[in-house]
Each structure stands twice: as structure tokens, then as C-alpha cells.
């Protein structure tokens, strides 16, 4: 009997183990192999103010990339926190080891290499120039000797040197003061990924877009010195875009003349393709 007492006491102290490491909440035996922020916990960088990707609502965190992340949280068995911050702080912030990725597409610049891994493809960049009806620029190339809006940070601001190459860039810390800024007048133009430009345009009659420019592949990033972490997402991530995840996601957050990048269709063979647009 007192064997028994014994084994018991034992099995309820591993179990208390297990919970203060997060296992008792949802988490997978095997979580914990995998090194992150907190044990048992992805820790994910996130933009409260840019629809349909990540924002606020009802006091909680959503959007397409902000549900993708949760999907893959879910297959590697472990919760999730997100911790609102600004883009420019997301790539330092997941080198220094404050955070585990963050959700956000973001494009696997040269500069970004160096810092971060990056996951397999989660898209491929789009962006728009966006200005005003009564000072309209028709094409990106149009913007040499104009002053463009970008958030601080982005890879956007070489791209968009490359293709104008005598732009003036203007950097703000989100799209929200690049917005005030254009609709003040105090810049000719605003340069973002292509769905926050569409939504810009479609809520605000004042403003008309220029044509879509495609900027490169974009990933999730990950620490240099977490391999594993960077596997283990690239398994996950991969089986969303196989199994039809990504395409609903992706179709529940965007309108449908938004596509689905071809080139991702030819990273996943046999991924589900978007319902036609209508």
C-alpha cells in the first residue's frame, strides 16, 4: 500500500511539473523539446492596426496571419500570447529572443537574412502606391521626385528606391500616421503591402491606387539559434497550406479579387486554390 502511496505522490508531482511548464493546459507532451520564450508557449509579435493581417478586436488579437499562427500553434501543441508591437521592433525583437516570430509576411530582405531565419513561404509580397484622386500617380515608377510614405522599418522603402530611384521617402511608425499624412497633404503618395492598400482605397473615397508591384517571397521570422523551432514551423505551416487551412483563411479574410500569389500555389503542389472571384 505504501508503494502505491508512493507512486501516486510521485505521479502528482510530475503532473504539477508539467502544468507550471504550461503542459496542463492544452500543450503536448512533446512541447517542451521545442525552445521558446516560455516553455509550452509561443510568444508572437503582432500589429494592432493593420487589417485584414493582424489587429484588435473585442479587446483581442485577430486577423488572417494572427488565426494562421493559431493553427500552428495548435499542431505543435502549445498556447499562444501575442504582444502588440510596432513593425520596426518585430525583427530585433525575435533576434534578441523576446519574442518567438511574429504575425507578420515578412519579405526575406538580404539585410533580414543576416538577423533572422525565416520560415517556408506564408506569401509573396504585393504592395500599391496609394495617393490622393486629385494628385494622382498611375504607376509605382511615377513616384521619382515625390515624397512617399512607408512604416518605419519596412522592406518596402529599398524596394521602392529601386523602382524610383529619386523618391523621397518619408518613414512613420504605421499606416495609420502615413494615412493622416497623405490626407494632410504632407506627402504625395503612401507605399504599403497590397490588402492594407486596398482597404485604404475602398474606405476612403479620396483615394486611388496605383498598380501592384510584387516584391519578393515573405516568411515568418525565427532565431538564428532555434533550428528546431524553425523545423517545426515549417512542417506545421506546410500541412496548412496542403490540407486547405491557408486557402480558407485566406479566403475568409480577403475579398476574392485579392489572389492567392501563384508562386506559393508552386511551393505547395496539391494545395487548394481560391474560389474564383465572381
Known amino acids: 500500500m505504501r508503494h502505491d502511496w508512493t507512486r501516486r505522490a510521485i505521479a502528482t508531482s510530475a503532473l504539477a511539473v508539467l502544468a507550471t511548464l504550461g503542459l496542463g493546459t492544452g500543450a503536448r507532451a512533446d512541447a517542451p523539446a521545442l525552445k521558446t520564450v516560455r516553455p509550452g508557449q509561443l510568444t508572437i509579435a503582432y500589429r494592432t492596426d493593420d487589417k485584414p493581417v493582424s489587429f484588435i478586436k473585442d479587446g483581442k488579437p485577430t486577423g488572417f496571419l494572427v488565426e494562421l499562427n493559431d493553427a500552428v500553434a495548435k499542431k505543435l501543441g502549445l498556447k499562444v500570447v501575442y504582444v502588440a508591437t510596432d513593425f520596426a521592433s518585430m525583427v530585433p525583437g525575435v533576434r ?5 516570430t511574429a504575425a507578420f509576411d515578412m519579405l526575406e530582405s538580404e ?5 533572422v531565419d525565416f520560415t517556408v513561404p506564408v506569401g509573396y509580397n504585393q504592395a500599391r502606391l496609394v495617393t490622393l484622386k486629385t494628385a494622382r500617380i498611375e504607376k509605382v515608377d511615377g513616384a521619382d521626385g515625390k515624397t512617399v510614405a512607408i512604416t518605419r522599418g519596412s522592406a518596402l522603402i529599398p524596394k521602392l528606391e529601386k523602382i524610383a530611384p529619386k523618391v523621397s521617402v518619408r518613414e ?3 499606416i495609420a500616421a502615413s494615412l493622416n499624412a497623405l ?3 504632407q506627402v504625395d503618395g503612401l507605399f504599403t503591402g497590397l490588402s492594407t492598400a486596398n482597404r485604404l482605397v475602398t474606405q476612403h473615397d479620396q483615394l486611388a491606387a496605383s498598380q501592384v508591384v510584387t516584391t519578393g517571397k515573405a516568411g515568418f521570422p525565427v532565431a538564428k539559434d532555434n533550428g528546431a523551432l524553425k523545423k517545426a514551423y515549417d512542417k506545421a505551416l506546410t500541412g496548412l497550406m496542403t490540407d486547405g487551412t491557408f486557402t480558407s483563411l485566406w479566403e475568409k479574410w480577403h475579398p476574392a479579387t485579392v489572389r492567392i500569389p501563384d508562386d506559393l500555389y508552386a511551393n505547395y503542389p496539391g494545395m487548394p486554390h481560391q474560389k474564383p472571384a465572381q
Open 96 to 100: 534578441n529572443g523576446r519574442y518567438d
Open 172 to 174: 512613420f511608425p504605421n
Open 111 to 115: 539585410k533580414r537574412a543576416k538577423i
Open 183 to 185: 490626407l494632410a497633404h
